[in-house]
Each structure stands twice: as structure tokens, then as C-alpha cells.
């Protein structure tokens, strides 16, 4: 074979190769790409017809909140038409990210019912959970700014929970996540899984006011307050709160307004919590009793908010800013259908309290969920200050004298 022939057969033989090489895979599934025809939007409109009821339970809301919501992040998510392909329509993908909150599938499970790749889905709900988020929080997730609205909490507490000078509950809780790359044990929790913290302020209505999510889970008692933009500016004085006040029979003292949290926070001025059960006495059960009747609330928040968004009950397996924003949807949203919908938190949804005949009944979601993992409790005083215990001994003593309620006495002996 002479050289010219050689290498025509070499050039046929890598055209061939080339030829082979060029062969195309299809971009997408046949399946995916008719998503109109498998996904559940179908569905939701059977449901939105006819079983109304499926629908809120599907979605965790009713049809008039979802397209009210659609309604406010739409410019935020909606995609231009494509040559190539038809976009994600902005009904879809929010369908699609409140399914994921409400249950916590995985994307690639995700997909089955939404016909949506888990590639798309990992771009879609991070983007509009930042886009609900952004159209609620100003509306419904936001601390007071001045005494009036702070005195207007203060005002529900003391109606609600017969608590004095209360402006918040303060509690937090961890959030289970894969660890993220390169971190070690910087997210590794006193339980032994990884975590970031949700701090979180409620208002007497089971109201989120302040999230904060940014923490790693290796901080594990209320050491974590401080590490907030909240605890930095409660610290510094700067929320805002009214002035003390003096009560009626009591006009020597001055009490200030104050924050209600648990054994893991440490005792401040504008930071109550109860005495140790360690050799306590009647009028600090007392304390104890009213205290924990105030903080019931963001104990009873968190409950309800994992019980709707399920999410927050499994290990969460995404980014650390996504995560972020998951928490922060999963806030506004429990907010918002707080406001919202008359069905979202029912008298049998939380703790009750039979003050007549000293029955504590539990909230259904005690029942459904995996009980989220608190802060540790404090072994140190950290950063208690001087003059925080004897503004609880004041509190204390008016618990028990001029400010008792009658039913107190049968609620501490009720065990």
C-alpha cells in the first residue's frame, strides 16, 4: 500500500471517529420535556376545584394565598421565552419550591412530581425562596422600630400570658445540614451532626419578629445571641424599648422591659429567665411558672413551623446561602399564613392551658414532629450582668404579691 493510500485510510478513520464523537445525547428526557402533560400541576387545579382541602394540605396553603404570593414574586422569577424551549412558568416553580418546603424531598425525588430535572430544581427554589422572602419580610417579618409598637407587644403579652413588661420569647434551635466542605468541626453541635442555629424572637401571637440563621451549630448555648446583629444592638441598648416603668402599687421601683428566654441564655437586665429547679423555693416556682408561660410561645412557634414546612425536620442538603434562605422562606411564610389564614394555627395547634382545672394539653404538632434540638444549657454566667438579678427578684416578688394571678398556685402544684 502505497503512502497517498495510508493516508486516505487514515483520514477516513478519524472523519469516522469524529463523526461518532458528534453524535448528540438528547438534552432532556422525553418525559421532563412534557412536563404538562406529567407534573402535578394538573393535579393541583383537580384539587383546587374540588378538594380544596388537599390542596392546603399539599401545598400548606389555600389557593387564594398561593396566587397571592405568585402575585408578589412573579417579576422576581419569571423567565423570558426561549427558541430552544418553552421556560419554567412562575405558577410552577413556586409550586414546586412550597412542595419542597413541605415535605423536605430531595430534588432528585422531587422531580417525579413536578417533572422538573433536579438540575433546574436546585436553581429554582433557592431563587424563589429568596423571592418570598424578600416580598414578606417587610410586611411580616420585622422588628419594632419605636416604644409605641414595642409597647403594642407588650400590651398582647401581658393579655395573652399575663406577663409584665414583655417585649419577646427568645429561643433557638438546630437546623440539621451536610457538612459543608472543608469546615471540620466548625458546624459540629453538642449532639454530634452538623448544624447551623436558628435564633429566632416571637411575639405573643407565635410570630416570628427576628430570625437569624447564620451561626454554625459548634455554638451551642446562648453565647450564640451575641453573635447576632440582634444580641449585638440588645446588648448596646439601641432596639429601642420603652423606658422602665414603675408598676401601680409600686412606685418606688422601676422595672425594665424585658425579653423571656431559657436556662441557655444568661440573665441580663432586658433578658428574664427562670431560676435553676436546684434547691428553688415557692416564690421562684412561682417565677418559673410565669415566665414559662410567656416564652410557651416561641417554643410552640417553632413546633408549628416545623410541623408545616417539613423541611426543617430533615438534614437539609444544600448550600450554605441556600439553607440560609430556606429558613428565612419557611419564616415569612409561617408569618404570613399566620395573618393570613384562619386555619393555620387552630386552639388544638398549640399548648393549652385548663387554668381551672390545672390541665396542660399538648399542641397537635408535638404529635408530628421530630422534636427540634434546643441550645445547650449554660454551666457559666457568661455575660450576666449586675444588676440582672435583682430586677428578676423584683419581678419575682411581684409574681407573687400585687401582680399573682389566682389561678398560679393550682398550675405549680398541678404535678
Keep these: 500500500m502505497d503512502a497517498n493510500a495510508v493516508v486516505a485510510l487514515c483520514g477516513g478513520f478519524v472523519c469516522l471517529e ?34 380544596p382541602n388537599d390542596y392546603k394540605n399539599y401545598l400548606r396553603m389555600t389557593e387564594d394565598c398561593f396566587e397571592d404570593i405568585l402575585r408578589r414574586i412573579s417579576p422576581d422569577i419569571v423567565k423570558q421565552n426561549s427558541i430552544l424551549r418553552e421556560p419554567i412558568s412562575c405558577k410552577e416553580r413556586l409550586a414546586a419550591t412550597l412542595q419542597f418546603l413541605a415535605s423536605g424531598r430531595t430534588y432528585e425525588n422531587l422531580k417525579f412530581s413536578c417533572a422538573i430535572s433536579p438540575q433546574s430544581l436546585g436553581k429554582i427554589i ?9 416580598a414578606l419580610r417587610e410586611e411580616y417579618l420585622h422588628l419594632p422600630e419605636n416604644e409605641s409598637d ?13 406577663v409584665e413588661n414583655c417585649v419577646g420569647a427568645l429561643d433557638g434551635k438546630h437546623i440539621a445540614i451536610l457538612q459543608p466542605p472543608g469546615s471540620g468541626s466548625y458546624f459540629f453541635n453538642y449532639k454530634g451532626f452538623f448544624s447551623v442555629v436558628l435564633l429566632a424572637v ?24 451575641f453573635e447576632t446583629d440582634f444580641g449585638q444592638q440588645l446588648e448596646n441598648g439601641q432596639l429601642n424599648l420603652p423606658s422602665p416603668t414603675t408598676f401601680p402599687n409600686n412606685r418606688d421601683v422601676c422595672l425594665p422591659f424585658v425579653f423571656l428566654g431559657d436556662e441557655a441564655f444568661p440573665l441580663k437586665e432586658n433578658l428574664m429567665k427562670p431560676y435553676t429547679n436546684k434547691g428553688i423555693t415557692h416564690d421562684e416556682r412561682i417565677f418559673n411558672y410565669r415566665i414559662c408561660r410567656g416564652r410557651r410561645v416561641v417554643e ?56 381551672e382545672t390545672a390541665v396542660l394539653t399538648e399542641g397537635e404538632w408535638r404529635k408530628n414532629v421530630r422534636q427540634l434540638l434546643g441550645m445547650k444549657q449554660r454551666n457559666r454566667s457568661g455575660k450576666e450582668t449586675s444588676l440582672a438579678e435583682p430586677i428578676r427578684k423584683y419581678y419575682r416578688d411581684f409574681y407573687n404579691n400585687e401582680g399573682q394571678v389566682e389561678f398560679q398556685e393550682r398550675m405549680i402544684n398541678r404535678r
Design 18 to 51: 469524529e463523526k461518532k464523537r458528534k453524535v448528540r445525547k438528547i438534552w432532556c428526557k422525553n418525559w421532563l420535556k412534557n412536563r404538562n402533560q406529567f407534573s402535578h400541576m394538573s393535579l393541583l387545579q383537580e384539587l383546587a376545584s374540588n378538594e
Design 126 to 134: 433557592p431563587e424563589t425562596c429568596t423571592a418570598i422572602y424578600n
Design 150 to 162: 414595642w409597647m403594642n407587644i407588650a400590651t398582647d403579652f401581658k393579655k395573652y400570658w399575663q
Design 202 to 225: 416571637v411575639n405573643a401571637n407565635y410570630e416570628f419578629m427576628y430570625v437569624n440563621c447564620g451561626v454554625n451549630g459548634r455554638v451551642s448555648d446562648g453565647g450564640v445571641l
Design 300 to 355: 410552640n412557634a417553632f413546633g408549628i413551623l416545623a410541623n408545616r414546612f417539613q423541611v426543617l425536620q430533615t438534614t437539609i442538603r444544600t448550600s450554605l446561602e441556600t439553607t440560609e434562605v430556606i429558613i428565612l422562606a419557611c419564616c415569612a411564610l409561617h408569618n404570613y399564613l399566620r395573618r393570613k389564614s384562619s386555619t393555620y394555627l387552630t386552639p388544638s395547634s398549640v399548648d393549652w392551658e385548663n387554668t
